[in-house]
C-alpha cells in the first residue's frame, strides 16, 4: 500500500467529530485498610451530618447543633458530640458555616407562655437564652470547590482520611522501619485527629461559658473538673512500666495509658449515668409497686413473680431487682425484702401512707444523685 492510501484509510476511519468529553464519575469510596476504627466512626458520623442538615434544611429547621446531633445520633445509632464536629472540620476545613445565634423562636414561646406577650418580654426572654450554634454547609475550598453533591462531599471526606493515615504510616514506618503489621494497626489505633477549635460566642451573647461547654452542658451534667482530670492523667503516665513493655518507645507508651485513662473515664462516667437513671426512675417503679399492691389485695410477692409482673412495664428493663434493693435501702419503712426457706419475698408495708412514702424517697434520691 502506497504512503497516501495509507493516510486515506487512517482518515476514513477517524471519526469526523470529536466525542463529547464524559463527565467526571465520582471515584469509588476505597478506604484504607490500616484505618483505626475511631476513623471509620468518623466517617460514618460525616455522611449522617451531611445528609441531616439537607434534611433540615429542607424541612426549614434551624440547623443548631442540638438538632444537628439528633438528626446523626438517630440515622448512626451512636453518640455525636462537639469533639466528633471539631475533628471533621480539622480532616475537611471550610466545609461549614458554623455561627452563634439567639434562639429567638424559643425566647418568644417561653415569653408567651409566662404571659408576657409585649416585646419587652420578648427582649428579655432573649437575653436569658443561651446562644446556638448552627451549621450551614458551604462550598469546598480548592481543588474541591466542584464536589457540590452528596456523593462527592462524601467521597472526598473519604479521600482526606485516607491521605491522614497514609501520613501518619509514613511517619510511624520513617521512626520504627522494624515494625511489624499488626504492630503498626495497633499503633494507628493511638493516632487522634486534632480538633478545630469553635467559633468564639460574641461578647453580646457570651455567659461567661465557653462554646464547647455551651454544646456539652445538656449531654453530661456531672464531670470530672479540668484538674481532677489532669491529676488522674499524671498518676496513670507515673505508674512504672511493665518489664515486657520496657522496649517499647516512651511515646507509645503514654499514648495507651492516655487511651486507657479516657476509656476508664467514660466508663467511670457510664456507671454514674446508669445510677442517676436507676435512682430517678424510682419513683415511677415505687407507683407500679404500689398500684400492684392495691389491685392484688397483696401486701407480700416473691421476688421471681414480682420480677415477672413487672418485666415488661419496669422504667428499666433489667434492672428491677437492682431498683428493690435500692428502695429497700431509701425507703425501709415501706419495702423490704426477706428470706424464708431459702427464697427471698418483697414485703410492702400497709401501715405507710403511699405519699409520705413518696415524699420521702424523693428527698432520699436528692440527697443520693
Given at each position: 500500500?502506497?504512503?497516501?492510501?495509507?493516510?486515506?484509510t487512517v482518515a476514513a476511519a477517524a471519526p469526523s467529530e470529536s466525542p463529547l468529553p464524559s463527565k467526571p464519575r465520582v471515584s469509588a469510596r476505597k478506604l484504607d485498610k490500616r484505618t483505626p476504627p475511631s476513623l471509620r466512626v468518623l466517617i460514618r458520623l460525616f455522611s449522617a451530618l451531611e445528609f441531616g442538615l439537607g434534611a433540615l434544611t429542607l424541612y426549614q429547621h434551624t440547623p443548631d447543633f442540638a438538632a444537628v446531633k439528633r438528626a446523626v445520633e438517630s440515622s448512626c445509632q451512636t453518640s455525636f458530640t462537639p469533639a466528633h464536629l471539631q475533628q471533621i472540620l480539622h480532616l475537611l476545613p471550610g466545609a461549614y458555616v458554623l455561627q452563634w445565634k439567639k434562639s429567638t423562636r424559643t425566647a418568644r414561646r417561653q415569653a408567651q407562655e409566662e404571659g408576657g406577650d409585649?416585646?419587652?418580654?420578648?427582649?428579655?426572654?432573649?437575653?436569658?437564652?443561651?446562644?446556638?450554634?448552627?451549621?450551614?454547609?458551604?462550598?469546598?475550598?480548592?481543588?474541591?470547590?466542584?464536589?457540590?453533591?452528596?456523593?462527592?462531599?462524601?467521597?472526598?471526606?473519604?479521600?482526606?482520611?485516607?491521605?491522614?493515615?497514609?501520613?501518619?504510616?509514613?511517619?510511624?514506618?520513617?521512626?520504627?522501619?522494624?515494625?511489624?503489621?499488626?504492630?503498626?494497626?495497633?499503633?494507628?489505633?493511638?493516632?487522634?485527629?486534632?480538633?478545630?477549635?469553635?467559633?468564639?460566642?460574641?461578647?453580646?451573647?457570651?455567659?461567661?461559658?465557653?462554646?464547647?461547654?455551651?454544646?456539652?452542658?445538656?449531654?453530661?451534667?456531672?464531670?470530672?473538673?479540668?484538674?481532677?482530670?489532669?491529676?488522674?492523667?499524671?498518676?496513670?503516665?507515673?505508674?512504672?512500666?511493665?518489664?515486657?513493655?520496657?522496649?517499647?518507645?516512651?511515646?507509645?507508651?503514654?499514648?495507651?495509658?492516655?487511651?486507657?485513662?479516657?476509656?476508664?473515664?467514660?466508663?467511670?462516667?457510664?456507671?454514674?449515668?446508669?445510677?442517676?437513671?436507676?435512682?430517678?426512675?424510682?419513683?415511677?417503679?415505687?407507683?407500679?409497686?404500689?398500684?400492684?399492691?392495691?389491685?392484688?389485695?397483696?401486701?407480700?410477692?416473691?421476688?421471681?413473680?414480682?420480677?415477672?409482673?413487672?418485666?415488661?412495664?419496669?422504667?428499666?428493663?433489667?434492672?428491677?431487682?437492682?431498683?428493690?434493693?435500692?428502695?429497700?435501702?431509701?425507703?425501709?419503712?415501706?419495702?423490704?425484702?426477706?428470706?424464708?426457706?431459702?427464697?427471698?419475698?418483697?414485703?410492702?408495708?400497709?401501715?405507710?401512707?403511699?405519699?409520705?412514702?413518696?415524699?420521702?424517697?424523693?428527698?432520699?434520691?436528692?440527697?443520693?444523685?
Amino acid at each position: 500500500m502506497e504512503p497516501q492510501e495509507g493516510l486515506k484509510t487512517v482518515a476514513a476511519a477517524a471519526p469526523s467529530e470529536s466525542p463529547l468529553p464524559s463527565k467526571p464519575r465520582v471515584s469509588a469510596r476505597k478506604l484504607d485498610k490500616r484505618t483505626p476504627p475511631s476513623l471509620r466512626v468518623l466517617i460514618r458520623l460525616f455522611s449522617a451530618l451531611e445528609f441531616g442538615l439537607g434534611a433540615l434544611t429542607l424541612y426549614q429547621h434551624t440547623p443548631d447543633f442540638a438538632a444537628v446531633k439528633r438528626a446523626v445520633e438517630s440515622s448512626c445509632q451512636t453518640s455525636f458530640t462537639p469533639a466528633h464536629l471539631q475533628q471533621i472540620l480539622h480532616l475537611l476545613p471550610g466545609a461549614y458555616v458554623l455561627q452563634w445565634k439567639k434562639s429567638t423562636r424559643t425566647a418568644r414561646r417561653q415569653a408567651q407562655e409566662e404571659g408576657g406577650d409585649s416585646r419587652q418580654a420578648q427582649r428579655q426572654r432573649l437575653r436569658q437564652q443561651p446562644p446556638l450554634l448552627t451549621l450551614r454547609k458551604q462550598q469546598l475550598p480548592p481543588p474541591d470547590s466542584d464536589c457540590e453533591s452528596l456523593e462527592q462531599r462524601i467521597t472526598v471526606f473519604y479521600s482526606k482520611v485516607n491521605a491522614f493515615v497514609a501520613a501518619h504510616v509514613a511517619v510511624i514506618v520513617k521512626e520504627f522501619p522494624s515494625m511489624t503489621t499488626d504492630e503498626l494497626t495497633e499503633a494507628l489505633k493511638l493516632v487522634e485527629v486534632d480538633k478545630t477549635p469553635l467559633p468564639k460566642i460574641p461578647a453580646e451573647m457570651t455567659s461567661g461559658a465557653s462554646s464547647s461547654l455551651l454544646l456539652s452542658m445538656k449531654e453530661q451534667s456531672e464531670t470530672d473538673t479540668f484538674g481532677e482530670k489532669s491529676e488522674k492523667l499524671e498518676e496513670a503516665l507515673a505508674k512504672p512500666v511493665p518489664r515486657d513493655l520496657q522496649t517499647l518507645p516512651d511515646w507509645l507508651i503514654a499514648k495507651v495509658r492516655k487511651q486507657e485513662q479516657v476509656h476508664k473515664n467514660a466508663a467511670d462516667n457510664s456507671a454514674k449515668t446508669l445510677k442517676r437513671r436507676l435512682l430517678s426512675t424510682l419513683p415511677q417503679l415505687s407507683d407500679q409497686l404500689q398500684s400492684l399492691v392495691m389491685v392484688t389485695r397483696k401486701s407480700v410477692f416473691p421476688k421471681s413473680d414480682l420480677l415477672r409482673r413487672l418485666e415488661a412495664r419496669a422504667p428499666i428493663k433489667g434492672k428491677v431487682e437492682e431498683q428493690l434493693y435500692l428502695l429497700e435501702s431509701l425507703v425501709p419503712e415501706w419495702l423490704t425484702v426477706i428470706i424464708d426457706d431459702g427464697q427471698e419475698y418483697v414485703k410492702f408495708s400497709t401501715r405507710c401512707k403511699y405519699n409520705a412514702v413518696k415524699t420521702s424517697l424523693r428527698r432520699a434520691i436528692a440527697i443520693s444523685v
